[in-house]
């Protein structure tokens, strides 16, 4: 029987079959998982845009985490319309992602539009990523109960829990 430290030294021929496939599988959802864009929506509203645009920065100078941002800025704001038609184009904002952002600062101000993504995502089995703002102890204990897991900002945090909950 070989000792461990001679399998570190033996040719990949000398591994068994399943090893060597188990650990090629290993590496590509590694390189998958860190090469990959993750798609994200994160809640937000036009006329307090200034946490969303901080969360975007912040994400976007994070190293090895790249994303797809699926959230409609507020330069791309859409024009007035019918609630229905509002929630319609949140669906199709949140459908194709893999993790819903939602600041936990914003929720006095918007609730219920928050409410809304936060039932869509969950009802389509999408993860919620709750973020405490800058300097808070607190969490509206509505984002506190529909998330997955709730981080305080900063990029290491925020990029570890969507990593965890997607």
């Not at 030294?9 to 079959?17: K, N, R, V």
């Not at 599988?25 to 509203?45: G, W």
């Not at 928050?114 to 300097?135: Q, T, W």
Request: overall charge positive; proline content about 5%.
């Amino acid at each position: 029987m070989r000792s461990f430290g001679s399998w570190l030294s033996a040719p990949l021929s000398c591994f068994p079959h399943w090893f060597a496939l188990w650990y090629l599988k290993a590496v590509l959802v590694t390189m998958e998982r860190h090469c990959m864009s993750t798609r994200l929506f994160v809640s937000h509203s036009w006329s307090y845009s200034e946490r969303y645009i901080a969360m975007v920065n912040l994400l976007n100078n994070r190293p090895y985490f790249t994303f797809s941002n699926y959230s409609v800025p507020e330069t791309k704001a859409f024009g007035p319309m019918a609630a229905h038609k509002m929630k319609d184009e949140l669906r199709g904002q949140i459908n194709p992602v893999h993790c819903v952002i939602i600041i936990g600062g914003m929720w006095a101000n918007h609730s219920d539009w928050i409410k809304f993504e936060m039932d869509y995502a969950k009802s389509i089995n999408k993860p919620i990523l709750g973020v405490r703002p800058r300097g808070a102890q607190m969490m509206p204990l509505a984002v506190s109960n529909a998330s997955n897991m709730v981080v305080n900002w900063t990029a290491d945090s925020i990029v570890a829990g969507i990593r965890t909950i997607t």
